[in-house]
């Protein structure tokens, strides 16, 4: 087989995992204890990796989609004899509906094949590979299963075709005529202490998933622009959310390129806390307000109290200690190597964590009223870490991992975190600690206005006093830092788009080797608020459009081919569409501002971008 890209895949998920299926019918991905957790399949990165595929023997097309408002995948494979569907679903618990949904999930994978016209010759080869393909298990025939065991995994297979056993893997090959039917479950468990893995109908697994996903989604709905798009993203972030702790990760997957053949190959199966308030703005525009208790409640114990440097992603159970290292027998996607797994940049410090908690905090203020003894802790630890290390370099959001800079768009969020924090007023602090961070807070605007502003190049730059530009200042009007339409910022608008943006596609900076999909939408915000609604329109659809036909988004997108690149599918790429959509509707709608989501909302005193002290 060939390489699968990266758009080729269908995303599964059952609350605590997720599968990758290709177009093909290979599952190529699956970490099943957790998202973080070591594979049993892990093609994507390895051809030797594992896999499972089930396909028609010969040639054939292939048409796909999901069962509507679900993450159930339907393929339908066309050959000269006729046509065949594969149907497959990550199991939920029976029963479980809306916000049961992922709780208990029995970590099953089912796949159903039916015959739709004539008949088809199909084969089955499946090739577990335990903890990223190091290991080869066994395979032993157990009472109806064939059941994999190696290390701390055990995986059971079941289905009714007669299987040819071979050193670690397994063949099968069997027709299906129109109106028939085979099934296939293949569950996991650990290998000590909780037993077998689940048996389950593998029909009534699809049947229940659907129905569940259709629960959650009924409860959630979202009535402005851009509906199918909003709703299918708001599916796909809960679908990386890992639902016993309420952590979202970044994206499912790991060590896949930035760019074919580099070295960026990061692991994205973590929880940024820089994510989190435009999580949450998210899910508040499509109606999770139960979700967003469950987030916050996340972040309130991950983050706790810290002495050093405050960790900026966590495990989706809040570990902390994520030491990156090399996995050297994998060749890599497009042999891109290292293949990264773990993520050293828990070490780094970036003050940009400072502003997340609090913008988010003061979002969904109206459920923290009163607030939480924990949740009133961290925002105060928070606030005060802002108002003293505002003025130390760090790694900046983009993780450089050569130097630590003055980047502005820390100091934006250290201003954030003050701004809201000062906004709490009472809640948060006595009235001198409101008033000495409202100090600290203009003084941060003082600097990044002087500092930050490039006079040769009319705009804000990436860094303090530095030539070069960064898609991280427009984030500025989104956190209420300055309007879109101060002369300042639509200048740096303008010089953004003219120098990092190819066809609506922005590069974080000017070396970046493809556009990165949140810094694109973040664009649609800007210009929608600047008041250029047509362009940020057509420019939502340009990107929006750059989907795969099951509607997922990866990290970034080659301007030049189109290609998919990044880990797959990814939670920030679909929060953006999220928020951007909701921005234009609150344009049409005549409502510039939301009121529960003032990083849109800049108090009239303030409109022309400057603190009391300066007027």
Known sequence: MGRARIADHGFLADGRSAVLVD????????????????????????????????????????????????????????????SVAVTDALALEPGARSHAVGLHSPRVLARVVRGVSGEVRMRMHYRPRFEYGRMIPQLVQEDDALTASAASARLDLRTSIPLTCEVGEAFGSFTVRAGETYRFTLGYAPAYGSGPPAVLDAEQVIDNAAEGWRSWMGDHDYRGLYRDQVRRSSLVVQGMTYRPSGAVVAAPTMALPEELGGERNYDYRYA?????????????????????????????????MNEGIVPIMYGVEGERDLTEHHLDHLTGYAESRPVLVGNDAWRQRQNDVHGEPLSASWLMRDHLDPMPPGIRELLRAMTERA??????????????????????????QCW?????????????????????????????????????????????????????????????????????????????????????????????????PAGFVICS???????????????????????????????????????RTGEALGNFPQAFSHIGLINAAGDLTDLDSGHRELPLAPGRLIPAEEQSGRSADER
């Open 521 to 559: 939408f973040w664009l649609v915000s800007c210009l929608a608020l600047a008041g250029e609604r047509g362009r940020a329109g057509q420019m939502f659809e340009r990107i929006a459009g750059c989907v795969n036909d099951l509607g997922l988004l990866a990290e970034q997108i080659d301007p």
């Open 272 to 304: 940024w806390v820089r994510d989190f308030s435009f999580t949450l703005e998210a899910l508040w525009r499509v109606s999770c307000t139960d979700e967003l208790n469950l987030h916050i409640g996340w972040l309130t114990r991950s983050m706790g």
């Open 23 to 82: 177009s093909t019918g290979s599952v190529n991905w699956w970490c099943p204890a957790r998202f973080d957790s070591p594979s049993v399949f892990a093609r994507l990165l390895d051809d030797n990796a594992g896999h499972w595929a089930i396909r028609p023997e010969g040639r054939f097309n292939t048409e796909r989609a999901y069962l509507t408002d679900t993450l159930v995948l339907r393929t339908v494979f066309s050959t000269e004899t006729g």
């Open 387 to 412: 108002a003293r290390d505002w003025q130390l370099p760090d790694a900046g959001m983009w993780e450089a991992r050569d130097a630590e800079r003055h980047y502005v768009s820390s100091k934006v």
């Open 416 to 512: 954030t975190a003050l701004d809201r924090a000062v906004r709490f007023g009472s809640h948060l602090g006595s009235e001198a600690e409101v008033a000495s961070w409202a100090a600290v807070r203009d003084e941060i605007r003082r600097t990044v206005l002087t500092r930050g502003w490039n006079d040769r190049l009319q705009a804000f730059t990436g860094a303090f006093d530095s030539p070069d530009l960064d898609a991280s200042v427009l984030l500025m009007p989104l956190v209420g830092f300055l309007p879109a339409n101060d002369p300042r910022m639509r200048s740096t608008i303008r010089v953004i788009e003219e120098r990092l943006s190819d066809n609506g596609l922005l590069r974080r900076w000017e070396s970046d």
